[in-house]
């Protein structure tokens, strides 16, 4: 059974940073394609940053230069790590998992921007 669990969102101002943890079970994210999404509320849900099984990635146009995705085989977590944080990246953040023609998703972590 698949298991994917996310973790480190919270409440930062403007400017700070934050790391998402999305620990797998279950699926091997060596093997899989990796990615993080959000959704704002009344906003439908967008691809934030991709991790491919042969390491290269992509990100969203909106967050480039600001976030990294990243992972740690030993550990088969994946990260975000997000940088000079907007408030326009309040969302609930949500991990994803690809493997072949099935879809895994996590919980998901708030993440709130505010001053």
């Known amino acids: 059974q698949v298991q994917l669990v996310e973790s480190g969102g919270g409440l930062v101002q403007p400017g700070e940073s934050l790391r998402l943890s999305c620990v797998a079970s279950?699926?091997?994210?060596?093997?899989?394609?990796m990615g993080w999404y959000r959704q704002a509320p009344g906003k439908q849900r967008e691809l934030v940053a991709v991790?491919?099984?042969?390491?290269?990635?992509a990100y969203a146009d909106s967050v480039k230069g600001r976030f990294t995705i990243f992972r740690d085989t030993s550990k088969n977590t994946v990260y975000l790590q997000m940088s000079s944080l907007k408030p326009e990246d309040t969302a609930v953040y949500l991990c994803?998992?690809?493997?072949?023609?099935?879809?895994?998703w996590g919980q998901g972590t708030q993440v709130t921007v505010s001053s």
């Open positions: 994803n998992a690809r493997r072949f023609n099935d879809d895994y």
């Open positions: 991790l491919f099984g042969l390491g290269s990635t």
């Open positions: 279950g699926i091997n994210i060596r093997t899989s394609t």
